[in-house]
């Protein structure tokens, strides 16, 4: 069974169309990355599985709920991460989840857990305006997982960490399923990245998706198409380049 299905889902701002007719499988229990260059319609596909903005066509479903009629529901069941997170900077990374774990309801003890899985239990007492951004970015995960959601939705979490701190919350998001029966959508501009967490893969560009399956279907359908296959990255940007020339010629 699918977590989340998307039929045809396209929004578009007046003339110019940020996703086309994108149809997604996200298979539950599964870490799915999302790929695509900066500006391909990623973030503004995720915004629409949030909520966040309103397709101009199409549907999904989420767990079997649709949108908009359980979109209350859909949301009580998903964890997000959305471009930069916000946070009050004049209270404590520990305040701050604890508006986030009263809102939700949830025991105080689920502050200190999600603390702990993102490696900010030593720097819980210190304000957020004084976090670094890879300790903001740890923040707003541990935000998204505090519910102990089905859906996580992460957009580029790992963005201004070090190679230690990518590592690290690569290895967390790739053991989310097994640890809290959870399915995952990641999204980054590098396959390099998504590879080494996800199980499969959509590649966005333009708004428009290119491929969706593991990577062991990504590379057979690369090199039937005559694609390099020894570097995902260069598969990655073949299929891009590909679809540019195919825009070009329309």
Request: hydrophobic share 40%; with cysteine; net charge neutral.
């Given at each position: ?22 149809n ?11 790929v ?83 490696g ?36 580029e ?74 570097n ?16 070009w010629?329309?």
């Amino acid at each position: 069974m699918n977590m989340i299905e998307t039929h045809d889902l396209t929004k578009s701002y007046g003339h110019f169309q940020a996703v086309s007719n994108v149809n997604l499988h996200i298979p539950k229990g599964r870490v799915y990355g999302f790929v695509g260059p900066n500006g391909a319609g990623k973030s503004t596909t995720m915004k629409m599985l949030l909520g966040l903005t309103v397709p101009t066509k199409g549907s999904f479903s989420i767990n079997g709920k649709t949108y908009p009629k359980d979109r209350e529901e859909i949301l009580r069941n998903t964890g997000s991460f959305i471009e930069a997170p916000a946070f009050y900077g004049n209270l404590t990374g520990e305040e701050n989840l604890d508006l986030i774990r009263r809102i939700l309801k949830l025991p105080k003890s689920s502050v200190a857990e999600a603390l702990e899985l993102v490696g900010l239990t030593p720097f819980q007492k210190r304000l957020a305006k004084k976090y670094s951004l890879g300790m903001k970015q740890r923040l707003g995960l541990a935000g998204a997982l505090i519910g102990r959601p089905q859906l996580l939705i992460l957009d580029e979490p790992t963005n201004g960490l070090d190679p230690a701190g990518i590592h690290e919350i690569r290895e967390l998001i790739r053991s989310l399923p097994k640890q809290f029966d959870c399915t995952v959508l990641v999204s980054s501009h590098l396959l390099s990245e998504i590879q080494l967490m996800a199980d499969h893969i959509g590649i966005l560009n333009r708004g428009e998706l290119l491929f969706e399956g593991p990577l062991e279907e990504l590379k057979a359908y690369a090199a039937s198409n005559g694609y390099p296959v020894d570097n995902l990255e260069d598969t990655f940007l073949a299929l891009v380049h590909q679809a540019e020339e195919r825009g070009w010629e329309k």
